[in-house]
């Protein structure tokens, strides 16, 4: 590799000839050309190719196609190499600042033709918005500059180098630099030209930038406005028509501070925006301007003076088929998602989005924290020897990156914290970086997780921290250390508002306690919510060897080393569906909670700043499930952190039916987001009257029995069940298995639960050491009484002392058969177990089981530590949709608190079973599949799942909760599932 090159992606300064300072990203009706489409592309496998293709005269004919923006390896069916995935893994050897010489290069030529008139502009800009990871760009053979910084807008003054008619730029884009080292963000790697290219005119006496900065209080607003511009763009018009303002500036020495009497306030739940031009005769900037002031005022974070409240998640730029090209439609509706599900903040992880992600984020109302280009995660593996956040030869890069981020999206009333990065250690270059934008933006704090010791930053900010500790930060018990800290340096933490930049992690199936940590939010001031990890899967539409298209992750390109699975850990899947952790999520961080008292209801409100004049209220009743009555409730307007008693309507009770009373807050109005009746808050009464449940025949005269016996609709074969209603059956069996989800592997340290759990192994693999995947049954009796069957069973894995005995009781009393199940574990279980319960098995026959009608709760999927997005209620689906597609296959689809199940086959029931509620009042809850949890377990992908012929239907007396251990805390000790004795009780009838 020649010197020059080898010096050039190996460099750590940011690049050559890209104009500083940078600037804002401006609407500006100054002529512009969008350099997007098909460009002339050609790959190399190193980075030492020849650089005559810049040559104005290069012939490309022999080049492919290929699109600006895009990543070439999502082009061309893998004919430009192959994505790779890595959360911290460095996928070349940690050699900083040198990179392979293996190193994909990507060369673009594109012809264009300049337009008329533009020689008469003062400079014509070049300007990228997104390459990835070091680019050089020449124009009609001549090289304009060089840059890195990936997710960061670069321009260049190509003034000189273009001519009236055709033109032509090149750019060569390096998938690997030293850049590469600070960009080891928690994604897949995605090379070249991804977001936009545009040529600009930049006017004689243009508007270079522009800043207007905003303030409110008590009804007024305050601006205070920066430009730059040379002396000949004087005068310049501010215009706000709405608010009746317009301003001259004859010079820049009036450029000054103004107020503005009578505004209303921008904030995520009302995000208020004017449009104001600024302007002179040859360009105009159109800004939508929001009035809001951000402060920390002791330990509260504040904007326009009340406590903000995150519930907030991380997002990524990712797309299945685009990677991190920009979609506007898409990002609108993602954002409009996010909105109907409650959510009120971004982290832009890692990374500044698209920009004009921010102008919707000003638009629908979200509060965002703004998060720099920088992640070197792949440190940690060396214990952060090298790492560039403290080595002065990286210093420039870094403070290059920090200025590039605040500088473009400075403008953005959404935007109320910056974020020097992520995951990248501590040093003095971070301080540098927050030094900088403390000087340049004293409107907005700085936020950075690493700074664990709180030197350089204006909030506490952790990743992961389990309940009792983040209970912990919220106290003043300076008796409780924190992480990482001295305790002079904990009491100085203590003195800041404290937020979670990362919690909750949402891989596969899961997370769990989010009402817990929502708890804790609302307890203690100091704790201001947080963001989820995170928004959505980043799986990368694939096609399998038959041809069944999915959802890829790491490993599914051939990747020397990558980090698996981990990349699918949102609330949203790849194909745009919310899972049921978005949904449990909306119903614990509702804005408006129902307390019920009596006859009476509070309607409290818990937002920002806004109040329910936007909602109304409505209730039903139902019986059993089935509707009775229902109508509006009349509510006042509450105010923001008011609540208000409300009386509620007599509800019929019904004597022998369950009675639920449902109160809802729905919008009003239709919005940007969601149309009228959408529901944003709701909440559920029992009005039930309590009934006992029946009592359990007592039998004494079993005899030992064989041979075939018929009770009711179910027929015996020497004990064991072989048909129910007419329908072959196997079982019941004992399942104490369930296909482990992604956080029952985890194997992180933070486990709270006693014995029951070993730090740095997961449950996942305690589980596999006690077979619990490969149980045997051994039948120890079976005896008849009358019109009963009783049968006594062990059951074992091989190579384990461990047992559980089941003794299952079949009795026809009166014409209806109840099946009750005593499980006893013996002694000497260690860990907690993933499920209890029995599983039947029903062959398909001539009219395959393929749905299900059941009354208890729904009709989403949920498990001991998520059950708030569920309700009480009579649900009906498909055996299909049942389950959760999580993009690797585990544990999904269990429905808590049965009451009845109806097992249909074509729309008509074929088997009715009724649970009752054990002695102790819990009631069991039921999954059905087409595959048993050892299939599922078996399979790294839907699509490996095998053919099934059989409906698997288990009832479990209870399963073990979810945690957030695939990066984070277990499961809390009052949602684990310990070995202990639990009854079943069935009553199992033919359709009626």
């Known amino acids: 590799m020649p010197s020059e090159l080898s010096d050039l992606v190996s460099d750590t300064t940011p690049g050559r000839g890209a104009l500083r300072p940078a600037r804002s990203w401006l609407h500006s009706d100054a002529p512009s050309l969008s350099l997007n489409g098909s460009w ?75 337009p008329a008139g533009w020689t008469d502009a003062e400079r014509v800009v070049l300007r990228f918005d997104g390459v990835e990871s070091l680019f050089r760009v020449w124009v009609n053979g001549v090289e304009a500059g060089s840059a890195s910084g990936s997710r960061l807008a670069h321009e260049f003054d190509v003034t000189p180098m273009v001519r009236p008619g055709g033109n032509v730029v090149a750019v060569r884009a390096h ?69 009746g303002i317009e301003q001259v500036w004859a010079t820049a020495a009036d450029v000054a501070p103004l107020d503005v009497a009578e505004v209303a306030p921008w904030s995520a739940e009302r995000p208020r925006l004017y449009e104001a031009t600024v302007s002179n005769a ?87 924290v703004l998060e720099c280009d920088l992640e070197t995660h792949g440190f940690h593996k060396v214990d952060w020897a090298g790492n560039p956040s403290d080595d002065p030869a990286w210093r420039e890069a870094y403070l290059d990156r920090v200025r590039r981020t605040v500088e473009r999206d400075k403008n953005h009333p959404s935007i109320v914290i910056w974020s020097l990065g992520n995951e990248a250690g501590t040093g003095s270059n971070l301080a540098a970086m927050s030094s900088w934008v403390h000087a340049r933006d004293a409107g907005r704090p700085v936020h950075y997780e690493g700074d664990h010791a709180g030197e350089y930053t204006d909030v506490y900010s952790r990743m992961y921290a389990s309940v009792p500790e983040t209970e912990a930060i919220g106290t003043d018990d300076s008796r409780v250390p924190l992480l990482n800290c001295t305790p002079a340096q904990g009491a100085r933490q203590r003195t800041k508002p404290f937020l979670l930049c990362e919690y909750a992690h949402a891989m596969g199936n899961g ?25 959505r899967d980043h799986g990368i539409l694939a096609k399998a ?35 049921p952790s978005l949904h449990e999520f909306k119903a614990v961080v509702q804005p408006v909670t129902f307390s019920f008292e009596g006859d009476k209801v509070a309607v409290t409100n818990l937002r920002h700043s806004a109040d329910t004049s936007d909602l109304r209220f409505r209730w039903r009743v139902e019986h059993d499930g089935t509707l009775v009555e229902s109508g509006e409730l009349e509510t006042p307007v509450v105010a923001a952190g008011a609540s208000e008693w409300v009386p509620l309507p007599p509800v019929a009770v019904a004597p022998d039916a369950e009675t639920w009373l449902t ?55 020497d004990g064991s069940l072989v048909r129910l209603a007419g329908r072959a059956v196997s079982g019941p069996r004992l399942e104490l298995f369930r296909a482990p989800t992604d956080n029952d592997e985890g ?66 009393d009166g014409g209806e058969l109840e099946l009750r199940v005593e499980i006893e574990p013996s002694s000497g279980w260690r860990t907690v177990w993933p499920r209890v319960g ?100 078996g399979a790294g992908h839907p699509y490996e799942l095998p053919a099934s012929g059989t409906t698997h239907l288990h009832i479990d007396a209870a399963q073990h909760g979810l945690g957030s251990r695939a990066c984070g805390p277990d499961v809390r000790p009052d949602f684990a599932l310990r070995p202990e004795s639990r009854t079943l009780r069935l009553r199992i009838s033919a359709p009626r």
């Open 40 to 114: 002339r592309f050609r790959l190399s496998p190193t980075a030492s190719a020849a650089e005559d293709f810049a040559a104005e005269d290069f012939d490309d004919r022999g080049w492919d196609d290929m699109a600006v923006p895009s990543h070439w390896v999502l082009e061309g069916d893998g004919a430009y190499g192959r994505p790779i995935y890595t959360n911290v893994q460095f996928p070349f050897p940690i050699d900083p600042p040198y990179v392979p010489g293996e190193n994909p290069t990507g060369d673009y030529r594109r012809r264009f033709e300049l």
């Open 175 to 243: 998938q690997w630099s030293a850049a590469s080292y600070v960009e080891d963000q928690d994604q897949w790697w995605l090379p070249g030209i991804f977001r936009d290219v545009t040529l600009l005119a930049r006017p004689v006496a243009g508007i270079e930038d522009l800043w207007l900065r905003t303030g409110f209080d008590s009804g007024r607003g305050h601006i205070d406005p920066e430009v730059v511009a040379d002396a000949a763009a004087f005068p310049l018009t501010l215009r706000i028509p709405e608010l």
């Open 282 to 368: 040859a360009e105009t900037i159109t800004q939508r301007v929001g009035f809001r002031t951000v402060e920390i005022r002791g330990d509260q974070f504040l904007v326009n003076g009340r406590r903000v409240v995150f519930h907030g998640v991380n997002r990524h730029e990712t797309h299945p088929e685009r990677g991190r090209v920009f979609d506007e439609e898409h990002a609108r509706e993602d954002l409009a998602l996010m909105k109907r599900f409650n959510v009120n903040a971004i982290r832009t992880s890692h990374y500044p989005p698209h920009p004009r992600l921010l102008d919707l984020a000003d638009e629908l109302g979200f509060w965002v």
């Open 511 to 535: 997370p769990g306690a989010f009402d817990q940590y929502e708890a804790l939010v609302r307890e203690h001031p100091r704790l201001h919510g947080g963001f989820v990890w995170e928004w």
């Open 545 to 579: 060897p038959d041809g069944t298209l999915y959802y890829a992750y790491g490993g599914d390109f051939g990747e020397v080393v990558h980090d698996g699975n981990f990349v699918m850990d949102g609330m949203v899947l790849s194909d745009d569906t919310p899972t």
């Open 663 to 717: 109160v809802e807050a729905v919008l009003a109005a239709g919005t940007a987001w969601a149309p009228e009746g959408h529901v944003v808050a709701t909440a559920q009464l029992d009005r039930s009257v309590h009934r006992p449940v029946p009592a359990v025949r007592i039998r004494p005269d079993w005899q030992a029995d064989t041979g075939r016996l018929t009770l009711g609709v179910a027929e015996f074969a």
């Open 747 to 812: 194997a992180s340290d933070e486990v709270d639960d006693g014995d029951a759990a070993v730090p740095g192994v997961s449950n996942a693999d305690l589980w596999r050491r006690d077979g619990l995947h490969r149980l045997t049954s051994r039948r120890v009796g079976v005896e008849r009484a009358g019109d009963a069957l009783r049968t006594l069973d062990k059951v074992s894995a091989a190579d384990s002392a461990l047992f559980v005995m089941v003794e299952s009781v079949w009795t026809l």
């Open 838 to 937: 029995i599983r039947l098995s029903l062959p398909d026959g001539t009219a395959p089981v393929d749905g299900a009608e059941w009354f208890g709760l729904g009709p989403l999927e949920s498990y001991p530590d998520s059950l708030r997005a569920v309700y009480t209620g009579r649900f009906s689906s498909s055996v299909r949709d049942l389950a959760v597609d999580y993009a690797r296959p585990q544990e999904t689809g269990h429905r808590s608190e049965l009451r009845e199940l109806s097992l249909t086959s074509g729309g008509t029931e074929v088997l009715r079973v009724v649970a009752l509620p054990d002695t102790r009042g819990r009631r069991p809850g039921f999954v059905l599949s087409r595959h048993t949890p050892q299939e599922i377990a």
